[in-house]
């Protein structure tokens, strides 16, 4: 009912099985990939690279490197960007096509567990697996439905830089977009309900990130409600509350970025009578079944976690059970990334979730410049790694500040996935000079 990469991990192993003898992939629109890859991972990421790019020319002289008159074409980085995409959805359908996969678009409902209805067409199955992704929540703010506002979407495909951008929300896409855009020269403002950015992750490495980007220009209103919008010829104006009291702000353009939330109508989904959760997501197990025999959740539709990477792990685990093979989903050690410049990356327990717990931890802090390779790539530039030990030395929670922090994490993911006690992971030899030894450095 989708394809997303937990649908195309899916199929995957159902091919390496040989069985069942049809699959069929319902798709409401020709987007192959899902979110991740038409609006979401893919796209941002292939922007963020671009701005990065321009970082470095423009900082080049720290490195001894000399790049007069550094300049970017904000078209050509969005054709870029789409090119990236036609790129990997034609890799997708392709993989589709060659394990015999049928590709079926239109609008798919869903008579019972065993029945699929679409464009006329009846198809009976066995197994039904459900992962329809989620949309963009747009809060009931007075003045909303009387402005116009970018979504990620929008701001994907927008070729015009604004002169200011008022960011809605601090969370991870929001502060994605904030890096972008700021990077470019748009004057950007973050505000944010919360009293720090990034909710869930880190809350020390978060402050860090938010002062160094408070340092290039980008302005934070933390712990402020947003009361109102109204349309101006001069721009669209919000209207807050927060301790200091009210105020309002203009900007060229408004991106409203608070969240996201699965996409539970249009489908059929109530003909299921699927047990819910308190959230009203679907109910799944640790085989990622529904409480209808056969019918199997993967993805935002559970409510565990919005990210590409858990929606594949459980799409796999979903297909054991399918096949007859022991495995259970374990969210233990989702990572978290937010691919800003530096980047943020964080799995297992916070020193928050901690606390809330009342847990014993320990909590190893050391400075990023213990490695020899972040200081030879990150001049004049500092970060964090984080490690939380509980009391009996297991590793609970391991939280990175610096570049790149989202490809040295997955070390720290069998870590906390495995148990790992301090002395059974420091007996590992890491690579040297890699940024990864910084975990090694800080045990």
Wanted: net charge negative; glycine share 10%.
């Amino acid at each position: 009912m989708q394809c997303n990469g937990e649908v195309l991990q899916a199929i995957r192993l159902l091919r390496l099985q040989e069985r069942p003898d049809c699959v069929w992939l319902f798709l409401k629109k020709q987007n192959l990939g899902g979110v991740c890859l038409n609006e979401g991972c893919i796209p941002t990421k292939t922007l963020l690279y671009s701005a990065k790019v321009y970082d470095y020319a423009r900082h080049a002289s720290k490195y001894g490197v000399t790049v007069p008159e550094s300049s970017f074409d904000l078209a050509k980085i969005i054709s870029r960007k789409s090119k990236v995409v036609r790129k990997l959805v034609l890799g997708v359908k392709s993989k589709l096509t060659n394990n015999g996969v049928t590709i079926i678009t239109g609008e798919a409902t869903i008579v019972n567990k065993n029945v699929v209805q679409c464009n006329g067409e009846t198809y009976e199955c066995d197994n039904l697996i459900l992962c329809t992704g989620s949309e963009t929540f747009v809060p009931p703010i007075p003045g909303v439905d009387k402005i116009n506002y970018w979504t990620h979407r929008d701001a994907l495909d927008n070729k015009e830089l604004p002169a200011s951008l008022v960011i809605v929300g601090g969370g991870v896409i929001g502060m994605e977009f904030a890096s972008f855009f700021n990077s470019l020269g748009v004057e950007v403002t973050v505000v944010e309900m919360l009293d720090e950015i990034l909710g869930g992750m880190d809350k020390e490495l978060s402050a860090m990130l938010r002062a160094d980007y408070a340092k290039k220009g980008i302005k934070f209103l933390l712990s402020t409600k947003v009361t109102s919008f109204e349309k101006t010829d001069e721009g669209t104006v919000i209207s807050f509350e927060n301790q200091d009291g009210q105020g309002s702000i203009v900007a060229e353009k408004l991106l409203m970025s608070v969240g996201r939330r699965p996409v539970t109508y249009g489908f059929g989904l109530e003909n299921l009578s699927l047990e819910r959760t308190e959230h009203r997501c679907i109910k799944v197990d640790q085989h990622m079944q529904s409480s209808a025999n056969g019918v199997y959740v993967c993805g935002d539709l559970t409510g565990y976690s919005l990210l590409a990477h858990t929606a594949v792990r459980e799409a796999e685990v979903a297909i054991h059970h399918i096949l007859g093979k022991q495995d259970e989903m374990s969210y233990r050690a989702i990572p978290g990334v937010v691919y800003t410049n530096p980047e943020i990356a964080g799995v297992g327990q916070t020193e928050e979730s901690l606390q809330s717990a009342g847990c014993t931890y320990k909590a190893i802090k050391l400075p990023m410049a213990f490695s020899g390779r972040f200081v030879a790539e990150n001049e004049g530039v500092n970060g964090m790694c984080k490690i939380l030990v509980g009391k009996d030395d297991t590793i609970l929670g391991v939280h990175v500040y610096g570049n790149p922090a989202s490809e040295i994490i997955t070390i720290a993911v069998m870590a906390v996935e495995l148990g790992l006690k301090t002395e059974e992971w420091k007996r590992f030899v890491f690579p040297h000079p890699t940024v990864g030894e910084i975990f090694r450095e800080a045990l």
